[in-house]
């Protein structure tokens, strides 16, 4: 496979259950985000790992859990979420993610997640 | 204040017709890069282009083409004879690296792209 995969594609899950959303970069990138679209809000970063830090939007509660075991893979770990937390929750690779520079962010397919 | 704006919510043209998307930014920083990203139904965000601050030459690619100005702080981009498969909606982002927690894209709102056959 190429570029960027993400599995499920689609997830409906109850408020107390727990899940995992997982993505996988084929591009031998060094750098992955999690970003969430809501239907009614811009693109909002959530967090970013590089080879070189962990970076995370504060304003993300601790329902969603991120964890990087290597460079080319990245889940977010979700419990109790809220109806409100349903969303598209997008996956990004870049090759660097280095203080000072900037690359192209390359997009998976998102996963659309439906709590009940 | 919104960092990239989008003003145009959604646009609809008719095949063939030219169509320009407006994107207007906010930063201090020198050094910054602008993005322009399609959405299409499937949900996956396709890079279209990245531009930095020190370039200021217009782009084109095939029937697209991007203007940025630097005076306005705009970075338009325009279909040329639009499509069907034109249809998506279009992301600016900005990023800013030199500013800690900015490094990643900041995205507007999105304009949703029409085109009628």
């Known amino acids: 496979e190429t570029g960027v995969t993400q599995t499920p594609r689609h997830l409906v899950m109850g408020m107390t259950n727990k899940k995992s959303l997982k993505c996988e970069q084929h591009?031998?990138?060094?750098?992955m985000y999690w970003y969430k679209q809501s239907a009614k809000k811009p693109l909002e970063l959530m967090f970013v790992?590089?080879?070189?830090?962990?970076?995370e939007n504060n304003s993300v509660p601790s329902r969603f859990s991120p964890e990087c075991p290597n460079s080319s893979h990245l889940f977010l770990h979700l419990h109790t979420l809220q109806p409100e937390d349903s969303a598209l929750y997008l996956c990004a690779s870049s090759l660097k993610g280095l203080a000072g520079t900037t690359d192209t962010q390359y997009f998976g397919p998102g996963t659309r997640l439906t709590v009940l | 204040a919104q960092k990239v704006t989008q003003a145009q919510t959604e646009i609809s043209v008719v095949e063939k017709e030219d169509v320009t998307l407006d994107c207007v930014y906010e930063t201090r920083d020198t050094t910054y890069y602008l993005f322009w990203y399609k959405q299409p139904p499937s949900g996956e965000l396709v890079f279209l282009i990245r531009r930095n601050s020190f370039d200021e030459q217009n782009e084109i690619s095939g029937r697209y083409s991007w203007n940025f100005q630097k005076s306005t702080s705009s970075f338009n981009f325009t279909i040329t004879a639009s499509q069907v498969v034109d249809s998506a909606v279009y992301f600016c982002a900005l990023s800013e690296p030199k500013r800690p927690g900015r490094r990643a894209l900041t995205f507007g709102s999105g304009t949703r792209l029409q085109v009628q056959p």
């Open positions: 591009l031998g990138h060094n750098a």
């Open positions: 790992y590089s080879l070189e830090e962990r970076v």
